[in-house]
């Protein structure tokens, strides 16, 4: 098999992920900004990772917030935390991301994680020049439920990039699902957080780095 367009997960493909203590002090703080200091610590799991719209309506009820503006702050927050632990040096991206510069396809990026945190990553380490495409999330509820395994992101790169014949590479089952759901081929990258992980999903590909994709690219 061969490819015409490789897209790629963001978080834990191409940069490193941040630490999970990280985004949820972000997401403390968004409640901070709302004048709630002390929220249910259920509430602040809840609203860190993998939110629903129905989680986002059902604690904006419990502390009289407007969805969509406590969203948008939150998305906002989050975002400004990513976007200091990568100034920090501690989100970078991994040492084979310059393989891609020979890699002789078309090339996107599709990240559940806020499009404001995809874009400044991008420039702070100077990589606009490996993508031809890049989409992460808008900063609305809304954007929610067309996160992966969603192919509603992975098919708008894909035609944005023409593609024939295109393969996802992620590090998530989630993202596997997607490539399936968008009826398109899977990698599955063991990054040192993935080396020993079952999965219960069937990449087309298993991989250990970037490397592997000029062989599999033909």
């Not at 976007?83 to 393989?99: L, M, N, S, W």
Request: with cysteine.
């Amino acid at each position: 098999m061969t490819y015409d367009t490789v897209v790629f997960d963001n978080d834990g493909v191409l940069v490193g992920r941040t630490r999970f203590d990280v985004l949820r002090e972000a997401t403390e703080e968004t409640f901070a900004q709302f004048g709630v200091s002390d929220p249910d610590p259920d509430h602040i799991e809840d609203m860190t990772i993998g939110a629903t719209p129905e989680q986002v309506n059902t604690v904006c009820d419990t502390y009289g917030f407007e969805p969509a503006q406590f969203w948008r702050a939150r998305d906002s927050t989050v975002s400004g935390a990513q976007q200091d632990e990568a100034r920090a040096g501690r989100k970078t991206p991994y040492g084979d991301i310059d393989t891609l510069t020979n890699l002789d396809v078309a090339t996107g990026i599709v990240s559940s994680n806020q499009q404001e945190t995809v874009d400044f990553l991008l420039d702070h380490f100077d990589l606009g020049g490996h993508f031809d495409t890049a989409y992460g999330r808008e900063a609305t509820v809304e954007s929610l439920t067309l996160r992966k395994p969603h192919p509603h992101y992975i098919e708008r790169a894909l035609s944005d990039l023409d593609a024939e014949s295109a393969l996802y590479v992620g590090d998530n089952e989630s993202d596997i699902q997607a490539a399936e759901n968008a009826g398109i081929d899977s990698a599955f990258i063991r990054r040192p957080h993935r080396t020993d992980w079952d999965l219960n999903v069937w990449p087309t590909w298993d991989i250990d780095s970037l490397d592997r994709l000029h062989d599999i690219c033909g």
